[in-house]
């Protein structure tokens, strides 16, 4: 009987710039996971939210350690390889920040209301239809 992959969630701001990522490894390693699922990590918009992305080629300004963000991810991969584990990484790509550079850059990509507004996504609770969270700092793909 084999098992199914065994992920460890690294959350960046909590591990702080990606440099010190590769540090974890060892210890995720010898716990007996084969995967590191890493959270949004590129710079966010005005809410800060991690998953409110304002620019998918920038790092998080507190993950940034100067160095071109493809080097610092890059060797990363390299260090998780090293110990045996496979990387992956949450890519947020159904809404951005309403201030991404995206929304400037292609405005026909985004759902719009009639007025021509940016419309942001809204989660409702399965349990209760009525009740509906809409996330005000996002704007939706379209």
């Known amino acids: 009987m084999t098992s199914g992959p065994r ?11 990606v440099a010190r990522w ?17 959270n949004p990590f590129h710079a966010p918009g005005f809410s ?5 992305v304002k620019d998918y080629f920038r790092l998080h300004p507190d993950l940034d350690d100067g160095r071109p963000m493809d080097e610092q991810l890059g060797e990363f991969v390299r260090r998780a390889e090293g110990v045996g584990l496979r990387v992956m990484m949450d890519l947020v790509v159904n809404h951005t920040s309403k201030d991404a550079d995206l929304v400037a850059q292609h405005p026909d990509w985004f759902v719009r209301d009639e007025a021509g507004a940016l419309v942001s996504p809204v989660a409702v609770d399965p349990d209760d239809p009525t009740q509906a969270t809409e996330w005000g700092d996002l704007a939706r793909l379209d």
């Open 7 to 17: 992920l460890y969630n690294l959350f960046p701001l909590l591990v702080g710039p």
């Open 48 to 52: 800060g939210s991690l998953y409110a």
């Open 22 to 38: 590769g540090d974890e490894l060892p210890r995720i390693a010898a716990m007996g996971f084969d995967w590191v699922y890493v």
